[in-house]
């Protein structure tokens, strides 16, 4: 089966067709911000979460690294939009990314132009089906988030992810099935690609965006269901041993959905599987995915373009 379609630089072009050259800035210095956005399958055909919040990320990010993209929130939009109707896919992953390209070499990128590509693919549970239900096995990362003062936390650029890469691989070397990173100060952070959430006597806590979190949208969706639930929801410090101690913990990501994590070090958090509310938590996100009453006004269904 041929691959979808690609987005570039404002037009659809063939899989095959949507190469750069290996002297583009972005190859050699890390010079790209991107976006990872799921569209799900619903009784009005595929619905994109939260496209607009994603976008303006995007937007977002290519502005703290001084990139021009060239194109508004609206226009991204409706770039996805497109190419999501054009893959015929009932659900699926969507990457856009804008970086550097090809021009003068050396560090400094002002006079590179800046492209902008959008993929889409079927991708199944990032952290495996079976974890969905059972729970992931973590471990606390050697390696800190970078500080505030370094790479900025707030745009999710190419580059960061090379500390993400260093934290996935050791935490797979060593059996498990991600890290949690801690910040400078010692505290925690994030996963490699995963917002945090610590569940104790009742009260969610997910680490506030001081320590170097990806303001991530799960997170923030995640946040407003729990809260529309009835539940305490705090953004607060939290130090290594409240993962030891806490009654559940779960990752948010828009790859990883809810992902519920049943030990941390090889300590068993809670009963060593998907905790109650954890559970209410994750049915009540998915049911919001699929929901064509759109209550949060979250989906753009793409048989409305
Ligand atoms: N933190 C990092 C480092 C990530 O890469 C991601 C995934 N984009 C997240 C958190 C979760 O963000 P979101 O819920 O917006 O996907």
Avoid at 119 to 137: K, S
Avoid at 181 to 193: F, K, N
Wanted: glycine share 10%.
């Amino acid at each position: 089966m041929s691959q979808p379609r690609i987005w570039f630089n404002g037009e659809l072009v063939a899989y095959e067709d949507a190469t750069i050259h290996v002297l583009s800035h972005v190859v050699h210095y890390g010079s790209s911000v991107f976006e990872g956005i799921r569209a799900y399958d619903t009784d009005r055909g595929p619905a994109i979460f939260r496209l607009e919040e994603h976008m303006r990320r995007l937007v977002d990010s290519a502005k703290i690294h001084r990139m021009d993209l060239g194109y508004s929130v609206d226009t991204l939009s409706e770039a996805v939009v497109e190419t999501v109707a054009a893959s015929g896919l009932a659900s699926c992953y969507i990457r856009p990314v804008s970086f550097r390209g090809h021009g003068p070499m050396g560090v400094n990128p002002l006079k590179n132009p800046v492209h902008t590509a959008i993929a889409v693919w079927e991708w199944g549970a990032y952290l495996g089906a079976e974890a969905m239900e059972q729970g992931v096995d973590v471990q606390v990362s050697s390696w800190n988030r970078p500080a505030p003062n370094t790479l900025p936390a707030m745009a999710k650029a190419g580059g960061n992810y090379l500390g993400g890469s260093l934290i996935k691989m050791e935490a797979i070397k060593n059996g498990f099935s991600e890290g949690i990173a801690l910040s400078v100060d010692g505290l925690l952070s994030e996963g490699s690609g995963e917002n945090l959430f610590v569940i104790r006597d009742g009260v969610i806590a997910t680490p506030p965006q001081t320590l170097s979190i990806l303001p991530g949208i799960t997170r923030d969706s995640v946040m407003r269901i729990a809260r529309d639930r009835g539940y305490e929801v705090i953004e607060r410090s939290l130090p290594r041993e409240a993962l030891y101690l806490a009654d559940e913990l779960f990752f948010t990501g828009t790859a990883a959905e809810v992902t519920p994590i049943r030990s941390v070090d090889h300590y068993t958090i809670g009963s060593g599987a998907r905790g109650p509310i954890t559970a209410e938590l994750q049915a009540a996100y998915f049911e919001a995915l699929r929901d064509t009453a759109n209550p949060h006004g979250w989906l753009t269904f793409v048989s409305d373009a």
